[in-house]
Structure formats: C-alpha cells, structure tokens
C-alpha cells in the first residue's frame, strides 16, 4: 500500500497570525534579532503590507535596529527580549515594541547622537523612520521597552489589515 505523500504546509498555516497583533520572545543573541526581523517582515505581509512595500520595508529596518539594540545593549544572561507588533484599533497606525530586561540603560530620545559618533546612530535611523519613538518602562517585568510608531499611508481601498 502507498500512502500519499504528505503536502508541504505554506508557512502562513504554520505560523497563523492574528489580525491585530503579533507578540513573541526571542533568544537574546544575533540569531534571535534576525528571526525578530523576519517574523515581522512575514506579520506584515500577512496584514496586508508586501514585503516589497514601504511600510513593511521601514518597519523591518526598525525593527532589525531595535532588536539588534535590545541584543547588544540590553542583553542580560539567560533573559529573551520581546517584540510586539500591532495595529492600532482605528488601523491608521501601526505600533512595534521591543522590550529587554535591563533597566539601566535606556537610550536618550530627546537628543539623538552624533552622526560621527561611533555609537548611536542606529537611533538616528529610527528617528528618520518613525512617525514617533520613545522608551517605556517594561509592563510585568523589569527592563524597558523602546517603541516605533509607523502611520501607513491611507489606502483607497479600504483598510490593509485582513484577517488570516
């Protein structure tokens, strides 16, 4: 007897995401910020914003600079960072989060760092990118959270976001 050969799951049906928000841990190290980037590449495409489009496009590069921060500056031994991405309940604006379990440093929003810095410029990226940014203390736990906010540009079309 042969049994059919088992059909490949798309990756969508493996990794169903739900039409508001995404949140998940990841392992505090540079494998961990690329699965960040790629997970919510793949959120964002699945909401409706191609891969190729502008707002998954600058939400990706802020994301890979926050993550690739929370990895760097925030590590503490044997503690994930957290990402959350959502979409605001009107849909006009879309909200990343990029939590880590150090408390003790948290980057200046008022003042940017200097172009010729050797440090810091990865802020200047996510000021230039983001309709507004700042840092929160962490909900539930110790750390903080430093956050993006991205407003899509309306679509005539009606509202991005759809259901899996």
């Known amino acids: 007897m042969h049994s059919p050969s088992p ?14 928000e995404f949140a998940m841990a990841f392992t505090s190290t540079p494998r961990g910020a690329r699965l960040a980037r790629l997970f919510v590449a793949h959120c964002l495409d699945s909401w409706g914003h191609p891969h190729t489009g502008k707002v998954n496009e600058t939400l990706t590069l ?18 994930d960072f957290h990402v959350r991405l959502a979409v605001e309940a009107d849909g006009a604006r879309l909200r990343l989060e990029v939590s880590d379990t150090r408390a003790e440093r948290h980057p200046l929003v008022a003042s940017p760092a200097d172009p010729d810095a050797e440090s810091g410029r990865g802020l200047l990226l996510v000021t230039a990118l983001a309709d507004d940014w700042g840092v929160t203390d962490r909900r539930g736990g110790p750390g903080k959270t430093v956050w993006a906010v991205v407003r899509p540009a309306p679509d005539p079309h009606g509202p991005r976001v759809r259901c899996p």
């Open 62 to 79: 802020i994301t890979a600079e926050l993550c690739a921060n929370a990895v760097q500056h925030g590590r503490v031994p044997g503690r």
């Open 7 to 20: 059909q490949r799951p798309r990756l969508l049906s493996l990794f169903p995401m739900p039409s508001a």
